[in-house]
């Protein structure tokens, strides 16, 4: 499986900045996802970051305080705008290789962000 | 948006014995994958069990699927401190997207 490199591992905020994470996989992946997990709580969905358009996102997500860039098939960036001390969580990206009905997730360790 | 509901949403148990885990969903699946998470960290893939599979192996953990019912189930068995974490399940659609479970918190004592 893929190795996923995410940066910050972690970083403290002032409300109302924005903070960018940085997803690297090291080989192609035909999927990647961003997902977030609040305190204590699973993995909720955000968004699919789609190479060279725009993402789809999830119900309750949207590109103005998530903007995602994939430019390739490596690499995905994940934007947390105009940050409010409720946007504290763990973000994750993940990546997916689709196979037929194989097809299996992989994911990176995470920014945990904390807001300020 | 969650999947469903795993229960328990906590287990504790002494180090030796089975743990198992339950995992309802909502959707048709593609497959259905669990996952391990230590202390808010990256997840880690434990499994992965296809819509036409009933049972799968891996070393001590034993997942089933049942389609009729929605659910699933992880049984780690010979339970030791080192598998204390959080264990999530997650459907799969035909594009990879995972919609996971609420998750059981597992703690193994020694």
């Known amino acids: 499986s893929a190795v996923i490199s995410q940066k910050p591992s972690r970083d403290i905020c002032q409300r109302g900045t924005s903070l960018t994470i940085q997803c690297q996989v090291d080989?192609?992946?035909?999927?990647m996802f961003w997902y977030r997990q609040q305190p204590g709580q699973s993995l909720t969905l955000i968004a699919t970051?789609?190479?060279?358009?725009?993402?789809?996102?999830e119900s309750g997500f949207v590109i103005d305080k998530f903007p995602i860039s994939r430019p390739n098939l490596t690499f995905s960036t994940l934007t947390v705008s105009n940050m409010s001390p409720e946007d504290s969580s763990i973000y994750l990206c993940?990546?997916?290789?689709?196979?037929?009905?194989?097809?299996?997730?992989?994911f990176g360790q995470g920014t945990r962000l904390t807001v300020v | 948006s969650q999947q469903g509901e795993e229960d328990p949403q906590a287990l504790s148990i002494q180090e030796g014995e089975n743990a198992t885990m339950n995992c309802s969903y909502k959707?048709?699946?593609?497959?259905l994958q669990w996952y391990r998470q230590n202390s808010g960290r990256g997840l880690v893939h434990l499994i992965l069990?296809?819509?036409?599979?009933r049972e799968k192996h891996s070393g001590r953990l034993r997942v089933t699927l049942d389609t009729s019912k929605k659910s699933s189930s992880l049984l780690i068995t010979a339970s030791r401190a080192a598998d204390t974490a959080s264990y999530f399940c997650?459907?799969?659609?035909?594009?990879?997207?995972?919609?996971f479970g609420q998750g059981t918190e597992l703690s193994v004592k020694p």
């Open positions: 993940s990546g997916a290789e689709v196979r037929l009905s194989n097809t299996e997730a992989f």
């Open positions: 970051a789609n190479q060279g358009s725009e993402a789809t996102y």
């Open positions: 997650a459907t799969a659609d035909r594009g990879g997207k995972l919609i």
């Open positions: 080989s192609q992946v035909t999927m």
């Open positions: 959707t048709s699946i593609n497959n």
């Open positions: 069990i296809r819509s036409n599979e």
